[in-house]
């Protein structure tokens, strides 16, 4: 630390959010105090700061979060730090910044499967803006790491991964220093140094023994003693701190605002949602060069290649990594882009830990998963996401969008971009046709009343496929002379309780939800949330209650319960 | 395929569930047609069954599942079936048996960081067990993979991590069978074959061509090209199909059942529900040895290290590597074993997608998550789970639980151990007064109405710390004249909704829910489910509603708005 803020990086102490400083991304979260006091010592935050540690009143939190300027993503949650380095190195090379990016992880947390998926995109995309530091103190929480202090076997990982690995004594600055001078110098490959160090190094009581791992020494006799061999080590007439170096200053051109134009669809067109997503991506892309999309191997599927091919240089590929992705959408959003990672909705679930920091930090990535739901057929229920609402509803700022056409997906696209915050957009296999003309406007916190009358039997809340579901159920009643009303509830999260009250209120208080999507966290839940207040209940609520199979779309969605069929049924009851 | 099932693995085909069977786990579930293929040459199923692939009436779905008895764990979400052979090979070692366990990835799922925390806990276990093997086939779904054809590359990966690797041709059976040799010579650790493929081998328009991923051949013209290819390159009279090996058969004591027996606490003492947790499950070990119990190096905060104290070979460590750890368990459960894996609940979800794949595989395991909500205090929002209860609820199958005293604990513990398939447990941080007497009896499905009267003018659901502050809200009303109904509603899935629409009657239909929760997916979301049928709604949820702090728990649960100062506020309104 002493190394990186006062000899190493360059940044500007007075300015915190300045393009071209160096970023260092403390992946180790629960050692926040070495950076506070590293902050302080830059002149950052007061010193006497430091004493509201993990205060409720205080925004120096038990672990970093960017509610402090200098930090650009959450952490605490270990192995998510490297992935969110590589977004923000490349982000570097997206607006053509030499600032370099410092990446500090624990030798523990290296057990995580994200942190190798990070290295497998450092190495392939050639960051060598990237520089990893793994602090190997040999001790877990709960026992020593699995390599203990083998530097040999820490190096070999790193190198097998292809990295540039610098194996140093953490505790011998000069080398340190050395160090990161061979990194500065290594090209088209990132570097790692594995430093040895001891925990409590200098308190020859905690030094290299176990349980002292957030534990605070106790006040009086052991602090005492502590503080006293502390003292014993400073050098007395040592050189004042150094002031850090600071970053070339670029200015770049004001970024302007995409949109995805006129439209051209026609009434009636089938076109997948996931398609419009793909057509939409580089309509915004084009006027807009903060947005930037990210794969996991499957742009084929989710249309996202239609964005790679006309900026290949704004599209990353992890291959099939969902965290890397994820963590990487993360760094490039704290640093000015407005990322777009997608990939099949049901394999959003591996990097869920990584969409629940980005809500702690409130980053600006724009999520899109494809494939919702038994809609998608014969491939089976590993493919079919149907816990995705859920988990992205779970979390309080997170716009949980699922249009059922190309315009209103196109639009929301739009919406979402510019929203402040996390979004979540589900888009589905299967062709649908176009229901809405070019010009409709969709707010996210909206919701479209399809079919109404003055005299509707029940209101029918669908979204996506179902949509059309309840549409057919609406048509069939209607030969029998019953009325329903059908609503396109496009914006899960925010929800319009107010109209969705209303319908409520116009139908004899009878809701029916019918969604492509497990029984919990999904539409039924979040309507009935919103009507609550009134005194309204969802009376049905059609969705997929099992575990489901392979079949053809249209045989799953009967066979589920959410065809039209079971919506003409539940009316009739 | 061939060398594995025709020469290599001991198998019986008349005996899926035999114990002593060497196991094959097809970790690039896409390819389940060669495994289908397989089991029809080795007679475990007829040839016609394979024209029903991917039909809603044939178990021989689009991906493989448990519903097949040769099956383990689904796949079809990449990265996972190593995590799972770890568990399987594991196993073996629990039960004595010198089966080997082989798993096949694709060479693009090994850009899953989840593969690498399975490689890491199968080296620090010196499982020689256990063979992997890489199908090198450098294509991807949308493009050439990250390493292509590098064979070299792709093993100095698996060398880095400590594993013995084997570069081999895949096309060549006599050298496929060779390195599997090498495999079963190799002691103290694990091997892969990095297997060179070319997909489409023998078709000379597929062959190494990208494109053909997941795309069936045209009938006519190209189907029978592509046969007539294939059929010149059989060999007249070749041997017929080698029988499988026989296992070794080894005949083992029936498993006995456990149980916690007497419990030791008195009312009113403090303990958390996680120490109660750690209690539980030594208790319950000691009398079957099935019960096995998985850490991601925090036993020393979920108390799970009290397993490991008494029984450390039926203890796990997978240091920080959830999905490791997860699915491992699912390995151990899919052979007989009942897992308990446990950790912060705030990083089980850095393993969603194996618990989703766990519920669709509906396997034994037994997730215990620690340190949930706001009250944790001052380790800050990314320590505390806040949408664990959604994410666990959204899978319809799993069972989900919430105790909040060390009574309801155990005997919880003892009934989700017996309970097929698979059960999540929501434990807390704070020491919480035992409110149960050691003969109480609580059953999945059930709560417990702790509070009532003939006049209640609302009821109050909670669970785990909430409880506590739903009884402080009862004193308080009460003195001022107002009673209340209290209920523990420790079991939100399945849910006891006969007696919360009973409590809603006996109150005037006036619901409140308090929660440690965010509000999308957890207790308010249930318990409005669960009354919906009979018309009665949550009128008031008390939740977390936006990213929390670092601050004290008492602090906290008070400034978001779930302490029993707001209970009172609400039932006054």
Redesign the interface.
């Known amino acids: 630390m002493a190394a990186l803020f006062f000899a190493e990086m360059r940044y500007d102490p007075a300015d915190p959010r300045g393009e071209d400083n160096d970023r260092f991304v403390l992946s180790k979260?629960h050692a926040a105090p070495i950076l506070y006091a590293a902050w302080a010592e830059a002149g950052i935050i007061p010193r006497e700061h430091l004493l509201t540690l993990?205060?409720?009143d205080?925004d120096l939190?038990?672990?970093p979060?960017p509610r402090l300027p200098w930090v650009d993503v959450?952490?605490?949650?270990?192995?998510q730090g490297l992935a969110a380095g590589v977004g923000i190195a490349l982000n570097a090379r997206r607006i053509r910044s030499d600032y370099r990016t410092y990446v500090l992880m624990g030798d523990?947390?290296t057990?995580?499967?994200?942190?190798?998926?990070a290295a497998?995109v450092a190495v392939?995309e050639r960051l060598d803006n990237l520089c990893a530091i793994v602090d190997v103190n040999g001790l877990?929480?709960?026992?020593a790491?699995?390599l203990d202090h083998d530097m040999d076997?820490q190096a070999?990982?790193?190198?097998?991964?292809?990295w540039n690995a610098v194996v140093v004594d953490g505790h011998d600055v000069e080398a340190v220093l050395d160090a990161l001078n061979q990194a500065r110098d290594s090209k088209d490959r990132p570097t790692v140094l594995v430093s040895r160090t001891v925990k409590g190094q200098g308190i020859s009581f905690i030094a290299g023994k176990p349980g002292w791992h957030g534990r605070a020494l106790k006040k009086g006799e052991e602090l005492d003693a502590a503080l006293k061999e502390l003292e014993s080590q400073f050098v007395a007439g040592a050189e004042p701190t150094p002031v850090p170096q600071l970053p070339r200053r670029v200015s770049r051109p004001q970024a302007t605002r995409g949109t995805v134009g006129t439209l051209p669809y026609k009434l009636g067109d089938a076109v997948a949602t996931r398609e419009a997503y793909g057509a939409a991506l580089p309509r915004l892309g084009a006027g807009d060069g903060r947005i930037v999309v990210l794969?996991a191997?499957?742009?084929?599927?989710t249309f996202s290649?239609r964005f790679e091919k006309q900026f290949p240089e704004r599209f990353y590929?992890?291959?099939?990594?969902?965290?890397?992705m994820l963590g990487s959408a993360m760094g490039l959003a704290a640093r000015g882009a407005i990322p777009f990672p997608s990939t099949f909705a049901?394999?959003l679930?591996?990097a869920?830990?990584f969409?629940?920091?980005a809500?702690?930090s409130?980053l600006n990535i724009k999520m899109a998963g494809s494939h919702a739901g038994v809609s998608i057929g014969?491939?089976?229920?590993?493919?079919m996401a149907?816990?995705d609402l859920?988990?992205m509803?779970?979390?309080?700022?997170i716009a949980v969008l699922y249009p059922c056409d190309a315009v209103s997906t196109e639009k929301l696209i739009e919406q979402m971009a510019y929203r402040p915050g996390p979004a979540y957009m589900r888009t589905s296999r299967p062709k649908t046709p176009v229901i809405y003309g070019n010009d409709e406007t969709f707010e996210i916190g909206g919701l479209k009343v399809l079919r109404s009358s003055d005299a509707d039997a029940a209101t029918v809340v669908g979204a996506g496929v179902t949509v059309f579901e309840a549409l057919k159920a609406h048509d069939t009643l209607k030969k029998k002379g019953v009325n329903i009303r059908v609503v396109d509830l496009y914006s899960l999260?925010p929800i319009d309780a107010s109209a969705l009250i209303d319908c409520a209120k116009k139908s004899g208080g009878r809701l029916i939800t019918v969604e492509d999507h497990?029984?919990?966290?999904?539409i039924?839940?979040?309507v009935?949330?919103a009507?609550?207040?009134a005194?309204?209940?969802?009376?049905r609520?059609l969705c997929?209650?099992?575990?489901p199979?392979?079949?053809?779309p249209d045989?799953?969605l009967d066979?589920y319960g959410i065809s039209a069929r079971h919506i003409v049924d539940a009316v009739a009851r």
């Open positions: 979260g993990r205060r409720l205080s939190e038990g672990h979060t959450a952490t605490g949650s270990l192995g523990g947390e057990a995580e499967g994200s942190v190798w998926e497998q392939a877990g929480q709960s026992r790491t699995q076997a070999s990982r790193w190198r097998g991964f292809g794969d191997d499957v742009g084929n599927s290649d590929q992890n291959y099939i990594a969902e965290q890397a049901a394999f679930t591996r869920y830990d969409i629940r920091m809500a702690i409130n014969e491939d089976g229920p590993s493919q149907l816990e859920a988990m509803r779970a979390q309080p700022n999260q497990y029984h919990g966290g999904g039924g839940d979040a009935a949330e009507v609550a207040g005194g309204y209940t969802v009376e609520r997929v209650r099992e575990i199979r392979s079949g053809l045989e799953l066979h």
